[in-house]
């Protein structure tokens, strides 16, 4: 084994995304979307965030999109705002054109394998890191997200306003 590799999986296994827990300061970013526009984590303050990893090359990805299109469509003005990073291997005509197709309506990243690293150690995409208006950590949910899991988990912190405090914490 190389150097760099047992180096890499050392940053990996003792990373703070390992340590990452609901109720966490989410970590910040600022990163260029697909368009060439700087997408900084701390513009969304005030908001719910659902940082959404994904690929192109992932099935269920590719069938989650849809949804959250319309959730960023339906949801957008109560605060939601999705940000999708892109897990590594992508290359960004592919996922240009992939946006394009679909009329993705929220910023999409490309991502790399320390952003996602610095959210969750866990290799199931997708993935969403769901951030309350305090920039808090408040749910990770593997897979596809589900209706039931958008009105369970996201809706009630679209109903809070930032820096309300939390009557009653859902479990994961």
Aim: proline share 6%; glycine share 6%; with cysteine.
């Amino acid at each position: 084994m190389s150097s760099a590799f047992v180096i890499a999986a050392l940053m990996i296994t003792f990373s703070p995304a390992n340590v990452l827990r609901q109720e966490a300061k989410a970590p910040q970013f600022e990163l260029r979307d697909i368009n060439g526009r700087i997408v900084r984590l701390s513009n969304y303050r005030g908001k719910v965030v659902l940082i959404n990893f994904w690929a192109t090359w992932c099935p269920p990805c590719r069938v989650e999109v849809p949804d959250l299109i319309r959730l960023q469509r339906e949801h957008g003005k109560e605060g939601l705002q999705i940000i999708g990073i892109t897990y590594p291997p992508e290359r960004k005509a592919r996922v240009q054109r992939f946006a394009r197709n679909l009329n993705v309506n929220y910023p999409i990243i490309l991502g790399t394998h320390q952003l996602k690293a610095s959210f969750s150690s866990e290799e199931t995409l997708p993935l969403t890191i769901v951030i309350d208006r305090d920039g808090r950590v408040s749910h990770i949910i593997s897979g596809i997200l589900l209706r039931e899991e958008f009105d369970e988990k996201i809706r009630p912190l679209l109903m809070q306003k930032e820096g309300e405090k939390r009557n009653a914490k859902s479990n994961h």
